[in-house]
């Protein structure tokens, strides 16, 4: 199976600030690499597919870049509706796998 | 509006059975993949299973394997899981998914996501 490893696992920041989190591929996965934002008790929201593309309605401080096994996900200017957990997947092999999420909290 | 909605999770004992039925509204149902992915309480995403719009292409995860089988009612816009031999590690918030686009052994993302519904196994 493809193991993805995201870093931070936490990250404090201010609103305002521009962060990023970066998700590792054990093998490469060309760009199947999607992002998703998941808010407590609620269901997980598409940002970013193919590593940089938007899903629908996200706002565009958000951006998805890299290839083949390194992929960060930028949050520039954060807003209070940002702090949230998010987690990387990879599409390329089944079975799909996760990373094991990042939370960023208020500081 | 696409809407994804679960139902059919409780409280079951191990090695009981339950199915999860998924209830779509909003789009072509029998033109997309569907996915189940689960979080257990305080953990991450896992995911479980992948069905195809043909119906006849289904992927599990090893932890599922053997226990746990897709399938689709496209005359009913329903998913289903039928998910046996339920153990405690099965304890999860289980969302069924509408995949972007899935094909030739890899897909693109999951673009809508049910409420889910929570599979509590203990005895």
């Known amino acids: 199976d493809i193991q993805l490893t995201q870093s931070p696992s936490f990250l404090s920041a201010s609103v305002g600030d521009t962060v990023t989190i970066t998700c590792r591929a054990s093998r490469a996965i060309g760009t199947y690499l999607a992002w998703y934002q998941q808010k407590p008790g609620k269901a997980p929201k598409l940002l970013i597919y193919?590593?940089?593309n938007f899903g629908s309605g996200v706002p565009s401080r958000f951006s998805g870049s890299g290839s083949g096994t390194e992929f960060t996900l930028t949050v520039s200017s954060l807003q209070p509706e940002d702090f949230a957990t998010y987690y990387c997947?990879?599409?390329?092999?089944?079975?799909?796998?996760f990373g094991q999420g990042t939370r960023l909290e208020i500081k | 509006e696409v809407q994804l909605l679960e139902s059919g999770g409780g409280f079951i004992q191990p090695g009981g059975s339950l199915r999860l039925s998924c209830a779509a509204s909003?789009?072509?149902?029998?033109?997309?993949?569907m996915t189940w992915v689960r979080q257990s309480p305080g953990q991450g995403l896992e995911w479980v299973s992948l069905?195809?719009?043909?119906?006849?292409?289904?992927y599990y995860s090893d932890s599922v394997r053997g226990r746990f089988t897709i399938s689709r009612d496209d005359s009913k816009n329903t998913l289903y899981l039928q998910m046996n031999s339920l153990r405690a590690e099965d304890t999860a918030v289980y969302y069924c998914?509408?995949?972007?686009?899935?094909?030739?052994?890899?897909?693109?993302?999951?673009?809508?996501w049910g409420q889910g519904t929570l599979v509590t196994v203990s005895s």
């Open positions: 998914t509408k995949d972007l686009f899935c094909g030739g052994g890899s897909c693109v993302g999951a673009a809508d």
């Open positions: 997947q990879q599409g390329h092999t089944y079975p799909i796998t």
């Open positions: 909003g789009f072509t149902f029998s033109d997309y993949a």
């Open positions: 069905i195809y719009s043909d119906g006849k292409h289904t």
């Open positions: 193919s590593a940089s």
